[in-house]
């Protein structure tokens, strides 16, 4: 009986705080503080939505959906249609990535399945490094050693590849593979080959993980700018060849931005730069949506 | 052992040696670039490229004192803005909010990263330049500030939920009120990894160019106040590089050396910090 008296009396002592006591001990303005920094963030990121929406407007009304099939960029008769730029943007991305995702994977399966362990640390703290490299100097090499190498000819993609390494490395390294581990033991105990159970086994099990870093990749290689715009060529052509000058997206922000000559032009500029974010707005989604159902595969196969 | 077996093995063994060659590839890049730099970058670096301003067209010599001075400038700015917004906006997600606030908030900070830098560097301009009628050093810290603003709330929220649940329990029952755990217990507990998590947005975005295109612009003189266009390293190098002149490509190249530098020791400094010891002290 007593036992059960004393449990009411206790709650009311730890449960009514009250606000103003909760205010005096800070918590509610510590709260109110750091919650208002937080909401700066989402904020921010409405605000650029909106600013990038209504900036563009002009533009957007005047040619529609035809500034997306036009081949015409024309500062002088204000004539502005993004088409070379979309075809320039989504060529240079494709070579990166077909020139960085076997590199990658590959690197990323010897990283995480057959390295040491003392080995795979330090490699890793390398390839974190190269990452870091900022893309005014993968542009700064381009354009000294590739350029010149290829003489007329240009390939943009080529200087990209290298700092996305990681980033395929990065997420399939934490979101499948490892998980397999046990598999593959089994695997190799069965008697496959070590590549046979890596191949057969770590891999599709990763592969909506793979897919996932691929999609973040790319969603990088779109925006880059710098070292694209020191390469490319900066030439607004739709050409078949690999090899002849070009211009993306976010080159021809970078070169005609500050020179805009009208409010137009500085508005078709603001529209690309909003098809650009909505580009990587997309497979960002996807990538991540990807990544994270394969960690849930992953830990739900851990746990069985 | 059967031809069938052997020709497993082979395929194997060739296959594992293919993934050792790419991840070695990856790496010697690193070391390429950055033999490179010094092969054409270290005769340019002396005394005057770090004290002196460009010299005029067609006159040799010169630094980028300017560009320094200006990259150190935008670098205060940035992190003025980007660090108390991230660190408080963790604290925030980690130890106040409820999760559909965290999701909104975490969706948005995702969202923000993962917009090309050029792209920030038009919001700037729309944001501060357009107002300000001219391109200042205000509207570059601005666009670098943004860009550090997610990756500092997300890695210090990572390092924040990782204090262990028991740090916290026993902060609370010694009678600690919740902004006294987490400013005397968690944050102290977590400090290397927040001071990492810094370091590293600091390291991504000291080497970032496009967004100061148009928003810090250029400068071939100082800069004084925060409100005239400046110089910095990145657009530096850019300049220099697509410039037609020999000696500036020389510039361009000792450029690129001082700004990797300086971005690989804070990157190494960043991790030596985190395994220094163990993000949490075993009390």
């Known amino acids: 009986m007593a036992a059960t008296t004393t449990v009411p009396s206790a709650s009311p002592i730890s449960g009514s705080r009250s606000f103003l006591r909760r205010l005096c001990d800070g918590d509610e303005i510590a709260r109110l503080i750091t919650f208002l920094f937080a909401a700066s963030v989402v904020l921010v990121t409405l605000l650029l939505i909106l600013e990038l929406w209504h900036s563009s407007a002009l533009a957007r009304h005047k040619f529609g959906l035809q500034f997306f099939f036009t081949r015409v960029w024309d500062p002088i008769a204000e004539q502005f249609g993004a088409l070379p730029f979309i075809y320039g943007t989504l060529v240079t991305a494709t070579t990166a990535l077909v020139l960085a995702v076997p590199l990658g994977i590959g690197a990323a399966i010897f990283l995480a399945e057959l390295a040491p362990a003392r080995l795979s640390d330090g490699l890793e703290f390398f390839i974190d490094l190269l990452a870091a490299v900022p893309s005014v100097i993968y542009g700064l090499l381009g354009m000294f050693i590739v350029v010149p190498l290829m003489r007329d000819y240009v390939q943009p993609g080529l200087k990209k590849t290298l700092g996305f390494l990681p980033l395929f490395s990065g997420p399939a390294y934490g979101v499948g593979f490892l998980t397999a581990g046990i598999v593959l033991a089994i695997m190799v105990s069965l008697g496959a080959t070590r590549w046979e159970s890596t191949w057969k086994v770590v891999v599709p099990f990763a592969r909506t993980g793979i897919l996932g870093s691929i999609f973040l990749a790319l969603a990088r290689a779109l925006g880059e700018t710098m070292a694209v715009t020191m390469v490319i060529g900066n030439t607004p052509t739709i050409s078949s060849s690999l090899f002849s000058p070009g211009y993306s997206i976010a080159a021809v922000i970078a070169n005609e931005f500050t020179e805009a000559t009208g409010d137009l032009h500085l508005q078709a500029l603001i529209e690309l730069g909003l098809v650009l974010f909505l580009l990587t707005f997309l497979l960002n989604g996807v990538a991540r949506l990807l990544i994270v159902v394969t960690s849930q595969r992953g830990g739900g196969t851990a746990l069985a | ?283």
């Open chain 2, 1 to 283: 052992m059967s031809p069938r077996l052997r020709w497993r093995k082979f395929v194997s063994g060739l296959m594992l040696t293919m993934t050792g060659v790419c991840a070695l590839v990856a790496v010697s890049v690193l070391f390429f670039i950055l033999g490179y730099l010094v092969y054409h970058g270290g005769r340019s670096i002396n005394w005057d490229f770090f004290t002196k301003l460009p010299a005029p067209v067609g006159e040799s010599g010169g630094g980028m004192a300017n560009a320094i001075v200006g990259s150190a400038k935008l670098l205060l700015l940035a992190s003025l803005l980007g660090v108390p917004i991230g660190f408080l906006g963790a604290i925030y997600l980690a130890e106040f909010s409820g999760s559909r606030v965290a999701f909104v908030v975490r969706y948005a900070a995702d969202l923000l990263n993962g917009v090309p830098s050029i792209v920030i560097g038009i919001f700037a301009y729309a944001l501060v330049v357009l107002p300000f009628k001219h391109f200042s050093t205000l509207a570059g810290g601005f666009a670098l500030g943004l860009m550090m603003i997610p990756i500092t709330l997300r890695s210090t929220e990572d390092f924040l939920l990782a204090v262990p649940r028991a740090l916290r329990e026993a902060a609370m029952a010694l009678g600690a009120s919740k902004w006294k755990t987490i400013a005397t217990v968690i944050v102290p507990a977590a400090y290397r990894g927040i001071l990492t998590a810094i370091l590293l947005a600091f390291a991504r975005v000291a080497g970032e160019t496009a967004p100061l295109l148009f928003t810090a612009l250029g400068n071939r003189f100082w800069s004084p106040g925060w409100n005239q266009p400046t110089a910095s390293l990145p657009v530096a190098i850019f300049n220099y590089a697509v410039a037609p002149y020999e000696d500036w490509h020389r510039q361009a190249w000792a450029g690129g050396l001082v700004l990797l530098a300086l971005i690989l020791v804070i990157n190494i400094v960043a991790r030596a910090i985190l395994a220094r010891g163990v993000a949490v002290p075993r009390a």
